[in-house]
């Protein structure tokens, strides 16, 4: 069964940093698109960033563009999230996704729904 783990998230203060960590089990990651988006509370679900099979990147949200930073390792089937110069308004769950590659535009996968797996998510604070 095709599972996704988010880890990494916590409690940091603005202008911090931290690596979110998306693993996959059940399914070798390489096979498929991975997208990061987040949820903060009282607002709607936003595609963060996302990272095709070949590492090719597509930022999703022009108020990470700078900070946040994509990757993928297909050897430890895992996806990163790395951000940097963190801000209050960057708290939100953060979830992973995962799409099956194949013949689409990458700006597709920003919206999610074109997501077919994700995992539960991981609770980012930025706060003093």
């Known amino acids: 069964q095709l599972q996704l783990v988010e880890s990494g998230g916590g409690l940091v203060q603005p202008g911090g940093s931290l690596r979110l960590s998306c693993a996959a089990s059940?399914?070798?990651?390489?096979?498929?698109?991975i997208g990061w988006f987040r949820q903060a509370p009282g607002k709607e679900r936003e595609g963060v960033s996302c990272?095709?099979?070949?590492?090719?990147?597509?930022n999703c949200a022009d108020s990470v563009k700078g900070r946040f930073t994509i990757s993928r390792d297909n050897a430890k089937n895992t996806v990163y999230l790395q951000m940097n110069s963190l801000k209050p308004e960057d708290t939100a769950v953060y979830y992973c996704?995962?799409?099956?590659?194949?013949?689409?535009?990458?700006?597709?996968?920003?919206?999610?729904?074109?997501?077919?797996?994700w995992g539960k998510g991981t609770l980012v604070t930025v706060s003093a």
């Open positions: 996704a995962a799409k099956k590659e194949g013949f689409y535009y990458s700006n597709t996968l920003c919206g999610g729904d074109a997501m077919d797996d």
């Open positions: 059940g399914f070798a990651l390489d096979y498929y698109a």
């Open positions: 990272i095709r099979r070949g590492g090719s990147t597509t």
